[in-house]
């Protein structure tokens, strides 16, 4: 039965927040304070937090030296992965992958559309690895947030989960996470 193996040790995570937005700032970015809350109540570090606009190249510029710098195991982005014309996410950040984590989505829009329905189609979310840093995409609103962390991220970024998790796969903690 999958879960959280209590008798493990818990490898806490570098994590980056990026939020992807015309409108907010630090005041009134309430997804990305609820993904640094959530991530540093269950245990993980928060290795930065910005927030820049919805243009490809504030995007890159902010998750490019996140992906090179050694201090950020994942980064966590939220915002810019719906349908409106400057929704510019994926555009920015799918050709920095060299492997893309296509079942990230679809368990995404499984835990979705039981909170918000088929509204969760409207949602491009995505993940992948650049480098030897995974990416997840979440959508901007703090309930996708919500849902994104405590129904997918939270077991999968901990390293007790079992069967496994990606705790294993992040090179400083390979020899230590099964």
Known sequence: MPGIDESLIFHPLRIAVLTI????????????????????AAGH???DKRIVTDEVTAIRGAI??????EGVDV????????FAPRDVTPEAVKPLFRREMDGFS???????????????LQSRAF?????????????????ACRDGWDRVLAFELDSRHRPCS???????LRDHCA
Request: overall charge negative.
């Open 21 to 40: 937005s015309d409108t907010r700032d630090e005041a009134t970015d309430r997804s990305g304070a609820l993904l640094a809350e959530r991530l540093t």
């Open 45 to 47: 570090a928060l290795a």
């Open 64 to 69: 490019e030296p996140w992906i090179a710098d």
């Open 75 to 82: 980064i966590v982005t939220t915002g810019g992965t719906g």
């Open 106 to 120: 679809v368990v995404f829009h499984q835990a979705s559309l039981e909170t918000v329905g088929v509204a969760t």
């Open 127 to 143: 993940a992948g690895q650049a480098g030897d840093t995974f990416i997840f995409c979440l959508p901007g609103s703090t309930g």
């Open 166 to 172: 990606l705790a294993g796969q992040i090179p400083r």
